[in-house]
């Protein structure tokens, strides 16, 4: 038996290593696998990211319309939203969403 495994031995560890290489090349650290979940990681974060930007884009516009010039009617649309606040001879409806 020992002398198969010499006169085999080349063929023995060529095969190992093709197995070692195949099966590092598709799982591990840096495998194909990992390459799909590291490419859908950077999707879903490319995502947030634009979400977040146009987050921040929209917060920025609305503190200029309160600290540049400031913008009545916006002024006037967030006490309306935020205090309920009518002007006089107004009626004021209050619409509730019925989450069922």
Do not use: C, H, P, Q
Not at 6 to 32: C, P, W
Not at 38 to 53: P, S, Y
């Amino acid at each position: 038996m020992l002398s198969k495994i010499k006169k085999n031995y080349f063929l023995l560890i060529s095969t190992f290593l093709i197995l070692y290489f195949f099966f590092n090349l598709l799982d591990g650290e840096r495998g194909l696998f990992s390459y799909f979940k590291k490419k859908e990681i950077l999707l879903n974060l490319t995502k947030e990211e634009a979400d977040l930007r146009n987050k921040i884009k929209d917060l920025e516009f609305k503190n200029s319309l309160l600290s540049e010039n400031l913008d009545l009617d916006y002024v006037e649309t967030l006490l309306r939203e935020k205090f309920l606040f009518g002007k006089e001879g107004e009626t004021l409806y209050i619409i509730k969403k019925n989450d069922n």
